[in-house]
Structure formats: structure tokens, C-alpha cells
């Protein structure tokens, strides 16, 4: 049975057995990977990443009370929320739901009472954008109730604006226009200061492997606000309104002027925009060797400059780039935990995540997993009555 399938009766199946009646609705939210392009999305740069085979499932049913209702399966956990006073007291997957529903509102976009039911399999703290496809899980739920016509950016922007202003993690908006505007068999390339979309090819013979090193993030209480902070005034200082703007030759003729890590991580930021784009034209040649080359130097970046790898990162990039039909290997993600994205050669799929999971049970105590992915469609209504 096809997996999106299985994946729309276990959400229904579910729903029916909590609620005792069955939904009328079920969206569904692909995680995604980020392939190169880490920390350049709230420095106004580049990103290239592809929308994956994993996904958060929403099936859900209207009602007339003021009130929304959801519950998380898998957590066994169930948060309700007023409509019409929201209250900060959330925290946690109910934070992300409850900034949802109040940056709809706040979009002028009509909220109505309903009962939900999450369920998925997006790992969580993994780098793979579990808060974003919960997130758009949500705004494709309210947005279908509403009658609202559905424009995926318009969308991202306003989860964005929820994960900024409602939960507290000043993030970059890659991640919210990924899970939106995801295209099967394609990565996406996106300008994150105009969030023009370009819909990269994904050349034959690649496969895609998230390899989860089993340690885990929480973002608000890392130090990605103060990476954000080091970017913030390294731009104050080249007088310009972010990053994207440093050209190489400005760097090299003012980088001087900066203490050494606001300008290691200026290095990282403006090196990091000029290998987004590389990776992209190299993806588009069908170029896989120049891809994998240009991930491992994201990796080293990532790791020197803006430091915000970890022993566990460290040694599954190691073991990827070891074993057999491997292009290249980075962490993925916001960094200091969760998982490493491998580009290999789709023959060799089988032994080289035999050959890493192997390696890297041999030198951690930590338990890895391997998810071989392909490129999806965005946020979509998945079923409906």
C-alpha cells in the first residue's frame, strides 16, 4: 500500500478512536533537509534545501465552540486553546500550534473551533524541521476551514512570524517556504530576501541520506540567538543591512576591523552564500562530485567558524565520508545536535548505511538511524470529505 496511504487511515483511525467520530479534513507537512546553506536564511542569503519524505499528519473536524483542540498522538499529550483571548502559557509542539492560530488571526485569515489530531514522522530536534512542517500542518488546516486561498508564501511568512514573535526563536524563514513550497523530484533554491523560488532538478543516480546521530536541540534554549546576535553586529560594522550584502573582497579588505569570532562567523556566512549558489549550478550539471566537495567545506565552516557542530556531528560526517558511494557529508540543520546529510550514489544506498551506522556505533554509545528520503510536494490537503 502506498505510504501516504497508510499514513492518511492511521491519522483517521486515530482521530476517530480519541474523538469518537471521524474527521473531515487531514493536511499533511514534509519535513525537510537542508543539502548546503546553514545560518544564511536570517542573514538575508541562500539555501538549498528539499523537501523530504517524512511528514506531519493534521486530520481534523470542525465545531462550534471557540475553541481549538489538539491532540499529539505520538506524545500522548493535548493542548486546548481560546480563540478569543490567546494566552502565552504553552510551551513546548502547543507553543508552535497556539502562535499558528494567533498569527492566522493576526493575518486576518477567519479562526473557527475544531478538534486535531498530530501524528507523523518527523523526527523532532533533529534539524530536519519538524517546528516548520507542524507549523504549516496547522496554517493548511485553518487556511482549508477558513475557505482561505492557500498561497504558500504567504502562508511561511505568517508561520514564520509565529515561530519569531509567538514562540521566541528568531529563525531565518527557510524553513516555513521549504515545507510550503516543496516540488517532487526537486531541491529549492531560495533567495531569502526576496523568497524567489527556484525549483532545482534533482539529477538521476543521487539519493539523499539523513543520518540522525540521536542527539537532540531545543533552539531557544541554544546559541542560535546569539549567533544571530555575532551576524547582526558583524553587518553593523561592514555598514550594510546583513551579510548577504559582504562581498568577499569587502571581507578580506575590513575583516581586520572585527574581534575574531564576530569575524569567524562573518567567514562562514559570506563563504557559505558563495557555496549555496556553486551547489546549485553543479546540481543542475548533474555535477555530484562538486556537490559533495562543497558540502564538506560547509561542514568544515560550520565546524570552525561558526562552531556550532559537536563531537556526535563530527563523527557521522566522518563515517559518511568514509564509507562506500559517498559525494560528501554536513550537518544539517541549526547545528550542536541532530542530523548529518549524506548526497550518495543511489546504487551504494544499502552499503553505505550499513558501513556508517556500523562506524558510528563503534566510536559513540549513541544509537543512529538512517533515513534514505526523496524530494516531495509542499504542504497539501491530503484527504477530504
Known amino acids: 500500500m502506498d505510504a501516504c496511504v497508510v ?7 486515530a482521530f476517530r478512536a480519541h474523538f469518537r467520530r471521524w474527521p473531515t479534513l487531514v493536511v499533511r507537512a514534509p519535513g525537510r533537509v537542508n543539502l548546503i546553506g546553514e545560518h544564511t536564511d536570517y542573514n538575508d542569503g541562500f539555501v538549498l534545501p528539499v523537501t523530504i519524505n517524512r511528514a506531519i499528519w493534521l486530520a481534523v473536524r470542525r465545531h462550534t465552540a471557540p475553541k481549538v483542540t489538539v491532540r499529539a498522538h505520538d506524545l500522548d499529550q493535548e493542548i486546548t486553546v481560546d480563540i478569543t483571548a490567546f494566552e502565552r502559557r504553552a510551551a513546548g509542539w502547543a507553543a508552535y500550534v497556539q502562535g499558528v492560530l494567533w498569527a492566522m488571526g493576526k493575518a486576518g485569515i477567519p479562526l473557527c473551533g475544531w478538534d486535531g489530531l498530530l501524528t507523523g514522522d518527523v523526527p523532532r530536534g533533529a534539524g530536519l524541521a519538524s517546528s516548520a512542517a507542524l507549523e504549516m500542518a496547522v496554517a493548511r488546516a485553518v487556511a482549508a476551514l477558513a475557505g482561505h486561498n492557500w498561497d504558500p508564501l504567504e502562508m511561511a511568512q505568517t508561520a514564520w512570524r509565529a515561530e519569531n514573535e509567538w514562540v521566541g ?3 531565518g524563514v527557510m524553513d516555513q517556504v521549504a515545507v510550503a513550497c516543496g516540488r517532487a523530484g526537486h531541491a529549492i533554491l531560495l533567495d531569502c530576501r526576496s523568497l524567489r ?8 543516480g543521487a539519493a539523499i541520506v539523513v543520518l540522525d546521530t540521536g542527539t537532540r536541540r531545543e533552539l531557544v534554549e541554544s546559541a542560535y540567538n546569539e549567533r544571530r546576535a555575532q551576524c547582526e ?9 546583513a551579510l548577504r550584502d559582504v562581498t568577499p573582497e569587502m571581507f578580506a579588505e575590513r575583516a581586520h576591523t572585527l574581534d575574531d569570532v564576530v569575524r569567524r562567523r562573518a567567514r562562514h556566512v559570506i563563504t557559505e552564500n558563495a557555496r549555496v549558489l556553486a551547489a546549485a549550478e553543479a546540481l543542475r550539471a548533474g555535477n555530484l562530485v562538486r556537490v559533495g566537495e562543497l558540502m564538506v567545506a560547509s561542514h568544515a565552516s560550520l565546524q570552525d567558524d561558526f562552531q556550532v557542530s559537536s563531537p556526535a556531528l563530527d563523527a ?5 565520508l568514509e564509507a562506500p558511494g559517498c559525494y560528501g557529508a554536513r550537518l544539517t540543520g541549526a547545528g550542536f545536535g541532530g542530523c548529518v546529510v549524506a548526497l550518495v550514489a543511489e546504487e551504494k544506498t544499502a552499503t553505505f548505511t550499513e558501513h556508517v551506522l556500523r562506524c558510528y556505533r563503534a566510536h559513540t554509545s549513541l544509537v543512529p538511524r538512517a533515513y534514505t528520503c526523496r524530494a516531495v510536494n509542499g504542504a497539501s490537503v491530503a484527504w477530504l470529505i
Not at 499514513?7 to 483511525?13: F, I, M, R, Y
Not at 523560488?197 to 538521476?204: F, I
Not at 553586529?233 to 543591512?241: D, H, K, L, N
Open 7 to 13: 499514513s492518511v487511515n492511521a491519522a483517521l483511525s
Open 169 to 171: 526563536v528568531s529563525c
Open 197 to 204: 523560488v527556484e525549483h532545482v532538478p534533482w539529477p538521476a
Open 233 to 241: 553586529a558583524a553587518a553593523i560594522s561592514f555598514g550594510v543591512r
Open 316 to 320: 557521522m560526517v566522518t563515517c559518511a
